[in-house]
């Protein structure tokens, strides 16, 4: 059942995507702010593991303890120096400042570590996998990760929509100026917003080092796969965006089992394809 | 009778000067060494990818993270038509214009659908379809690249020295072609709609000027000039690749620094944008990584300090312009008899 | 006499280079209603905006509770006990009713007004407190916009035209509900074109004309004609 194995691991992948996505989807939700950095600071967060990883010695999961606040901190710093000065109503300023970041990282990492390939080693767990059926096989760890997904994915709306500090995201971004009026620090509320981006980045660039190759450059690749899974599965809803991750792992993983060279190009096409037909997407969130 | 005047006594300098540089630079071939050209043609194709970026976002309010697609569009139609049909090289650069903005036109009606940065990535997104399908593309090098053919090389001209001169002149007469084209166009009718758009694009559109019917034309025509500027640097350097036709460090990443620095929405921004960048890369050429590290944070540093740029300093501080591209209006004398 | 709850002393407010406030003198004491009235444009709203910290001073003092709280941020300015009913009501449209008395309460100060109060003084709030937001009629909204107020124990609730765009009856409703809240210990600035409710309501009234107090004085002791000079300018 080679086809079946492949819809698998495209599946498994798009738990990933979705998580580059929530990051994303998750900011722009809060502040309309798109951070064009948001691949770097995944690679970011690989770079940080491996860090954590050869002072400490311990597993990347493990480590993923120490990297997530690492990140979060970073990310509320990040807001409350830099970005919080770039919000406003001109559409340039964020852009081009979170695209200098994105510059700035890239080539920070560059050159801290050089260009050289890395990778995390997380030990047998890697290769070990569990039949589900006749000829059908999942990876252990692929699946930790897509569960992980979900996990996040679950948690991040359980937050909004249970939380006070959810229902603080919510009404500044509705209306800033009355949310201060509740006695809310807009510049704190984005800054946490910011910070809890970081900390699903800080999990998506663990699962990414241990997954594959990572090297500074590979930051914009996983931006555009953030990107696509969340205009794929539609603007506003995090568990389309989750169903447009795995729509884009599947494609890639279809292209990749037609051509190798055609893994990136699948995605890229379909996801041209719901822009072209359908561009809220799948599942938008009806509301406005 | 009242009219619409342009001019002002800074742009009267500003055009003076411009013609007089025109002319020295013309005669560049015969008082500048090799090296000198090089860089000087290098500038010029800065400057014009420059401006074109400008234009796009500085005044229709487009940011493009890919134009770079352009660009490798440019390449790569030349690499074909001359490697393919034989085609002359400087012929293949002036059909690749029509031919990007051809290409703009089904890329435009899907990107434009996203908004604001959505908008930036999904231009981003075309640009890597770009690179991808080129890499598929085996007669003209696939993944590794291909080398213009030597044949195609002495077609141009005798010697090198004569071919070296032919792009140079290329370079300048393209570049002088983008910024006068520019000019016309903001001196225009349109052009005004277009400033209007820059300075506040919801009260432009509640005075009836059809926004996005002019974004979709600016940007058909950024691409046409962009498409034939990256002609131009493909056939200098005598080799493309997938990588480098569309890289986004070269072609989107300095040509946002050079606008951001220079100062966006002016049309004198990019040429000081462009001076600043090639001062800078002299000096620094050596650091590599370090030295891109240094103009992202001079790039936001710019961005959150002095969002007009150099140019918009100097000009705000003095009131000039380097081109006239004002609009004052000159009053007819009362005794007229005109009634309104 | 105790020291006056809010002071505004004389404030000058910009909107960049238009000046809208001149010199505005105003006091207001414990346990008071004071209405401001005036004309569309008078500068009735920066006022209460100026007080609840949205918009900075150009020029003047205020004091609360004999603090200066001139260049205090709007956040700051709820926690010392001042709260304000926007103009519009500007309820959360992306929360439930019940979420925006919620968030009202995130700055909550020790005081009387928890959720169960605010439900015994607006029931039609608790039958509905499920609802998104923009499904409330405009009466509604209004009272929730009170309620979300109210949420955060304020000493001063500042009410910025509570009638705009509502139907006499709903008008008078809320009104009746506004002794209610005084008998709390709280004190009130309504803000209207509505003369008469105002002049019900308050004790001392102040009539804003062009960013200028034009007249100032007690509900009962001034006459129609003093009020119509004030208010039109004429």
């Known amino acids: 059942m080679q086809w079946g194995n492949v819809i698998i691991q495209g599946v498994l992948i798009g738990g990933l995507y979705a998580m580059f996505a929530a990051g994303l989807s998750l900011i722009f939700g809060v502040m309309r702010l798109v951070n064009i950095a948001h691949g770097d600071l995944i690679v970011l967060a690989a770079y940080v593991a491996l860090m954590v990883r050869q002072a400490l010695g311990i597993d990347p999961l493990t480590s993923l303890i120490l990297v997530t606040p690492i990140m979060a901190a970073i990310g509320y710093a990040l807001q409350r120096g830099l970005l919080n000065r770039t919000l406003g109503d001109d559409l340039l300023p964020p852009l081009l400042v979170t695209f200098g970041l994105s510059v700035i990282i890239q080539n920070g990492l560059l050159e801290l570590f050089t260009a050289d390939s890395r990778r995390l080693q997380a030990g047998a767990i890697e290769i070990q996998t569990f039949q589900v059926a006749e000829g059908l096989w999942i990876g252990v760890l692929p699946f930790?990760?897509?569960?992980?997904?979900?996990?996040?994915?679950?948690?991040?709306?359980?937050?909004?929509?249970?939380?006070?500090?959810?229902?603080?995201?919510?009404?500044?971004?509705?209306?800033?100026?009355?949310?201060?009026?509740?006695?809310?620090?807009?510049?704190?509320?984005?800054?946490?917003?910011?910070?809890?981006?970081?900390?699903?980045?800080?999990?998506?660039?663990?699962?990414?080092?241990?997954?594959?190759?990572?090297?500074?450059?590979?930051?914009?690749?996983?931006?555009?796969?953030?990107?696509?899974?969340?205009?794929?599965?539609?603007?506003?809803?995090?568990?389309?965006?989750?169903?447009?991750?795995?729509?884009?792992?599947?494609?890639?993983?279809?292209?990749?089992?037609?051509?190798?060279?055609?893994?990136?190009?699948?995605?890229?096409?379909?996801?041209?394809?719901?822009?072209?037909?359908?561009?809220?997407?799948?599942?938008?969130?009806?509301?406005? | 009778m009242s009219r619409v005047q342009h001019a002002t006594r800074s742009s009267q300098i500003g055009v003076a000067l411009i013609a007089v540089a025109l002319v020295v630079l013309a005669l560049a071939p015969f008082w500048a060494e090799r090296a000198t050209l090089r860089l000087l043609a290098e500038i010029f194709t800065f400057v014009a990818l420059a401006s074109l970026w400008n234009l796009l976002a500085g005044y229709a309010g487009l940011v493009s993270v890919g134009q770079q697609a352009f660009v490798g569009l440019g390449g790569y139609f030349l690499f074909a038509l001359v490697v393919l049909l034989d085609a002359h090289p400087v012929a293949a650069i002036f059909i690749a214009g029509p031919v990007g903005a051809l290409v703009a036109v089904p890329v435009a009606a899907l990107v434009f659908r996203l908004r604001g940065a959505y908008f930036a990535i999904g231009t981003w997104v075309v640009a890597e379809v770009f690179r991808l399908l080129a890499s598929q593309v085996s007669v003209l090098g696939g993944g590794s690249g291909i080398s213009l053919p030597a044949g195609a090389v002495i077609a141009m001209a005798a010697s090198r020295q004569m071919r070296e001169f032919e792009i140079y002149w290329l370079a300048l007469a393209l570049t002088a072609l983008v910024l006068a084209a520019m000019v016309a166009l903001l001196r225009s009718r349109h052009g005004l709609a277009l400033t209007a758009i820059r300075d506040n694009e919801l009260a432009a559109q509640s005075n009836g000027i059809d926004v996005w019917r002019i974004k979709f034309v600016v940007y058909v025509l950024t691409a046409f000039g962009t498409t034939m500027i990256g002609a131009l640097i493909f056939l200098t350097k005598l080799r493309i690749s997938p990588e480098t036709a569309f890289s986004v460090n070269d072609w989107t990443a300095f040509v946002i620094f050079i606008t951001v620095i220079g100062g966006i929405g002016r049309i004198e921004g990019p040429i000081i944008g462009t001076i600043v960048f090639f001062v800078l890369r002299q000096a620094l050429a050596d650091l590599g990584s370090f030295y891109m590290l240094m103009m992202g944070v001079v790039a936001i540093v710019v961005m959150l300090w002095a969002p007009k740029g150099l140019w918009g300093l100097i000009a705000e501080r003095f009131g000039w312009q380097a081109l006239p591209l004002q609009r004052h209006l000159l009053l007819a004398p009362r005794d007229s008899g005109a009634k309104l | 006499m105790p020291d006056p709850l809010l002071e505004v002393r004389g404030i000058d407010v910009f909107y960049g280079d238009f000046q809208a406030l001149f010199g505005v003198l105003l006091c207001v004491n414990a346990g008071e209603v004071v209405t401001v009235i005036g004309a569309n444009g008078a500068g009735k709203s920066t006022l209460l905006k100026s007080i609840a910290g949205l918009m900075p001073l150009g020029r003047g003092d205020i004091l609360f509770d004999g603090a200066r709280i001139s260049a205090a941020a709007a956040f700051d300015v709820v926690k010392r006990g001042i709260a304000l009913v926007p103009e519009g009501r500007r309820l959360f449209p992306s929360l439930t009713v019940e979420e925006n008395l919620l968030i009202g309460g995130q700055s909550r100060r020790p005081g009387p007004w928890t959720l169960k109060r605010v439900y015994e003084l607006f029931p039609v709030l608790a039958e509905r407190r499920r609802l998104p937001a923009p499904a409330l009629s405009g009466g509604q909204q209004q009272m929730a916009a009170i309620a979300r107020a109210l949420m955060s124990n304020p000493r001063l609730l500042l009410c910025d035209e509570i009638s705009l765009g509502l139907a006499p009856i709903v008008v008078r409703d809320i009104y009746e509900r506004l002794p209610a809240i005084v008998a709390e210990g709280l004190s009130l600035i309504v803000v209207e074109q509505d003369i008469a409710q105002a002049l019900k309501a308050a004790r001392q009234v102040y009539c804003l004309q062009e960013g200028r107090i034009a007249l100032q004085g007690q509900a009962g002791e001034l006459t129609r004609e003093s009020i119509s000079a004030a208010y039109f300018g004429v």
């Open chain 1, 144 to 288: 930790i990760q897509f569960a992980v997904a979900v996990i996040v994915i679950a948690a991040l709306q359980s937050l909004f929509y249970r939380t006070p500090l959810g229902r603080a995201f919510r009404a500044t971004s509705d209306d800033q100026a009355v949310a201060q009026l509740m006695g809310l620090d807009t510049r704190h509320v984005f800054a946490m917003a910011m910070a809890l981006s970081l900390a699903v980045i800080a999990i998506a660039g663990v699962f990414l080092a241990v997954r594959a190759n990572f090297d500074p450059a590979i930051g914009p690749a996983r931006l555009i796969f953030g990107f696509e899974a969340v205009i794929i599965g539609g603007l506003g809803n995090m568990w389309g965006t989750l169903a447009g991750g795995i729509i884009l792992g599947v494609s890639q993983a279809i292209g990749a089992q037609i051509d190798p060279g055609w893994q990136l190009l699948a995605g890229h096409i379909v996801f041209l394809a719901i822009l072209a037909v359908r561009p809220q997407g799948l599942f938008p969130k009806v509301s406005g």
